[in-house]
T-cell receptor, first 110, second 115 residues
């Protein structure tokens, strides 16, 4: 079993829809949770960074962490074609290395 | 925000030659740098972790004699792929972690093609 599980998709939704992306994990010691967006042939770009449980909102993006269920989510409101990319969840324990999910390929159709 | 510069963005080399990839933190001191490899449609695979002034720590299965990592200063780390072979063709990405433990500092990646 992988430490971090993420559905690779692909996921295709119409423009304007709300997108829900999720990851589950097995290591209860994870404390820091990140969501990255990666365009083709580019490095990952940090979207959201959350410590411990709770919600965090930044513009059209909302990240949720439920440590009791070992489940994290990223919601994208009013999705745009420019949001089409691969979304990677990642997490770490303290100062340890990042552990990435497989990434979900998302396409927003105009 | 913090900027990490990775160079070159792409390189083609002949089999048997060596290739050096640079990763620079432009406006902060990177206590730790990470090197990843990414195959098409797959996630990032950590190759090694380097701390300034000390030897890199390699992940299991990564050949340290083939992938040489140098972190001689707080702003520069290099990855050298030695005696490259076609199976080394991949997308290599670095990231730099500063004192605030932020994780947003990834390079733009280097696409290596070995022919």
């Amino acid at each position: 079993q992988k430490e971090v599980e993420q559905d690779p998709g692909p996921l295709s939704v119409p423009e304007g829809a709300i997108v829900s992306l999720n990851c589950t994990y097995s290591n209860s010691a994870f404390q820091y949770f990140m969501w990255y967006r990666q365009y083709s042939r580019k490095g990952p770009e940090l979207l959201m960074y959350t410590y411990s449980s709770g919600n965090k909102e930044d513009g059209r993006f909302t990240a949720q962490v439920d440590k009791s269920s070992k489940y994290i989510s990223l919601f994208i409101r009013d999705s745009q074609p420019s949001d089409s990319a691969t979304y990677l969840c990642a997490m770490r324990e303290g100062a340890q290395k990042l552990v990435f999910g497989q990434g979900t390929r998302l396409t927003i159709n105009p | 925000g913090a900027v990490v510069s990775q160079h070159p963005s792409w390189v083609i080399c002949k089999s048997g030659t060596s290739v050096k990839i640079e990763c620079r933190s432009l406006d902060f001191q990177a206590t730790t740098m990470f090197w990843y490899r990414q195959f098409p449609k797959q996630s990032l695979m950590l190759m090694a972790t380097s701390n300034e002034g000390s030897k890199a720590t390699y992940e299991q299965g990564v050949e340290k004699d083939k992938f040489l990592i140098n972190h001689a200063s707080l702003t520069l780390s290099t990855l050298t792929v030695t005696s490259a072979h076609p199976e080394d063709s991949s997308f290599y990405i670095c990231s730099a972690r500063g004192g605030d433990m932020s994780e947003g500092n990834f390079g733009s990646g280097t696409r290596l093609t070995v022919v």
